[in-house]
């Protein structure tokens, strides 16, 4: 075994340091090495790490705090589980254990490079693309205007609002449109479903889109971006949530030719032709 690959396996003890409340189901945990602070491990958007804690249990999450942060690292979970019910369960100041990183990342210093991007997501699916649009934000210079389509259930529901609404909205050319899937009191905004709402939307097809939400969220956003007459060679998608051990062993991220974790999780959309339709 490859000593990068070996190191990939040694679990880092880190200290959850932070602990904040972004929806009734979804927490985002803050977490620095235990012996000194700062980052576990270097990381580029997009890439995903194994959380776990001895005596519970173990699970693949997205890193979703930017490679450019080297103070600490961020995860947003929602509780599904036996491990995110432990996790959503603990207090600031405990520890777990982490190992990665895992997986292919976005090409932001290839393809994306230069691009009018696109962001779209829905519900928990802002998590892996947190980490990309603040990458961008952080060297602005270097790709074009962004605009980021993000939806949920309910107000409620909309994972990072304060960030979004305070230092994304607006600013460095990023303009943000937020939707909701059904009317409620108080919500002056958009209320469609996703895929509607890009489609309402009709952004160019110059630009480049990465997706990521729920499989069926994702099926249509796809219809929506080929209707728009977008390419499939410009848009990504992310299948994380297959992902298992992360280096290839299990076989239980397999879809057809492909291991989610060695092949992605990060694809372009064209090359999804190439597998069985069981995602």
Same mark, same amino acid.
């Given at each position: 075994?490859?000593?990068? !690959?070996?190191?990939?396996?040694? @679990?880092? +003890?880190?200290?959850?340091?932070?602990? #904040?409340?972004?929806?009734?189901?979804? /927490?985002? *945990?803050?977490? +620095?090495?235990?012996?000194? $602070?700062?980052?576990?491990? @270097?990381?580029?958007?997009?890439?995903?790490?194994?959380?776990? +804690?001895?005596?519970?249990?173990?699970?693949?999450?997205?890193?979703?705090?930017?490679?450019?942060?080297?103070?600490?690292?961020?995860?947003?979970?929602?509780?599904? $589980?036996?491990?995110?019910?432990?996790?959503?369960?603990?207090? @600031?100041?405990?520890?777990?254990?982490?190992?990665?990183?895992?997986?292919?990342? *976005?090409?932001?210093?290839?393809?994306?490079?230069?691009?009018?991007?696109?962001?779209?997501?829905?519900?928990?699916?802002?998590?892996?693309?947190?980490?990309?649009?603040?990458?961008?934000r952080h060297y602005r210079k270097n790709y074009g205007t962004v605009?980021?389509?993000?939806?949920?259930?309910?107000?409620?529901?909309?994972?990072?609002?304060?960030?979004?609404?305070?230092?994304? !909205?607006? /600013?460095?050319?990023?303009?943000?449109?937020?939707?909701?899937?059904?009317?409620?009191?108080?919500?002056?905004?958009?209320? !469609?479903?996703?895929?509607?709402?890009?489609?309402?939307?009709? *952004? @160019?097809?110059?630009?480049?889109?990465?997706?990521?939400?729920?499989?069926?969220?994702?099926?249509?956003?796809? /219809?929506?971006?080929?209707?728009?007459?977008?390419?499939?060679? #410009?848009?990504?998608?992310?299948?994380?949530?297959?992902?298992?051990?992360?280096?290839?062993?299990?076989?239980?991220?397999?879809?057809?030719?492909?291991?989610?974790?060695?092949? $992605?999780? +990060?694809?372009?959309?064209?090359?999804?032709?190439?597998?069985?339709?069981?995602?």
């Amino acid at each position: 075994m490859a000593d990068s !690959a070996r190191e990939m396996l040694i @679990p880092i +003890v880190g200290e959850v340091t932070d602990i #904040r409340r972004d929806t009734p189901d979804v /927490k985002t *945990f803050r977490v +620095v090495k235990s012996d000194g $602070g700062g980052v576990c491990f @270097p990381h580029m958007p997009g890439q995903c790490a194994m959380l776990s +804690v001895p005596g519970v249990g173990e699970a693949m999450f997205s890193i979703t705090s930017s490679p450019t942060n080297t103070e600490y690292m961020e995860f947003s979970i929602k509780k599904c $589980g036996h491990l995110t019910d432990w996790l959503h369960e603990m207090d @600031p100041g405990q520890d777990i254990t982490i190992r990665g990183p895992y997986g292919n990342a *976005f090409p932001v210093e290839t393809e994306l490079k230069g691009k009018d991007l696109l962001f779209i997501a829905g519900g928990i699916g802002l998590a892996p693309l947190r980490s990309v649009i603040n990458y961008v934000r952080h060297y602005r210079k270097n790709y074009g205007t962004v605009d980021i389509v993000y939806g949920a259930r309910s107000v409620d529901d909309l994972v990072d609002i304060d960030e979004i609404r305070s230092e994304w !909205a607006g /600013k460095d050319g990023v303009n943000v449109h937020l939707t909701i899937d059904r009317a409620q009191e108080g919500w002056d905004g958009n209320v !469609a479903f996703v895929p509607d709402y890009v489609k309402q939307l009709g *952004f @160019p097809t110059t630009k480049t889109a990465l997706v990521c939400g729920p499989p069926i969220m994702i099926k249509f956003v796809l /219809k929506a971006l080929e209707t728009l007459g977008f390419s499939m060679s #410009r848009v990504y998608t992310t299948f994380e949530l297959r992902m298992k051990c992360g280096v290839g062993k299990c076989g239980r991220c397999n879809i057809g030719s492909k291991y989610v974790c060695k092949d $992605g999780p +990060v694809f372009r959309c064209d090359k999804m032709d190439e597998l069985p339709d069981e995602y």
